[in-house]
């Protein structure tokens, strides 16, 4: 059973870059075929999928945040990380990470919560 744990700051002032680290047990990140995403969800919205990271290191990102999101891993460490730059209050939300790609994701961390405030 793969199991995906984030960390990262809980607070993040507006204009600051937002930054998270997914690691992953039970599994390993480069497994052929696999893709590791970024999901949020604001209060009271849906979820929106952020971007993602291929087995082979390949990323894609969602149109509307790719200006502002930067994925990357470090596969010694078996973790991938989100970067959000310039955030607002609107970024805040719970933030997952997941192993899947832009539509369905098969395992999910337990999110952590990420406000933007001064």
């Known amino acids: 059973q793969v199991q995906l744990q984030e960390s990262g700051p809980g607070l993040v002032k507006p204009s600051q870059t937002l930054s998270l680290t997914c690691t992953v047990s039970?599994?390993?990140?480069?497994?052929?075929?696999?893709?590791w995403s970024w999901i949020r969800q604001p209060p009271e919205k849906g979820l929106e999928w952020m971007g993602a990271?291929?087995?082979?290191?390949?990323?894609y990102y969602n149109p509307a945040l790719r200006s502002r999101t930067s994925i990357s891993r470090d596969t010694s460490k078996n973790q991938f990380t989100l970067q959000l730059t310039s955030v607002t209050p609107e970024d805040t939300a719970v933030y997952y990470c997941?192993?899947?790609?832009?539509?369905?994701?098969?395992?999910w961390g337990q999110g952590t919560q990420v406000t933007v405030s001064s």
């Open positions: 997941a192993r899947g790609g832009q539509v369905r994701w098969y395992d």
């Open positions: 039970g599994g390993s990140i480069t497994t052929k075929s696999d893709a």
């Open positions: 990271i291929t087995y082979i290191g390949s990323t």
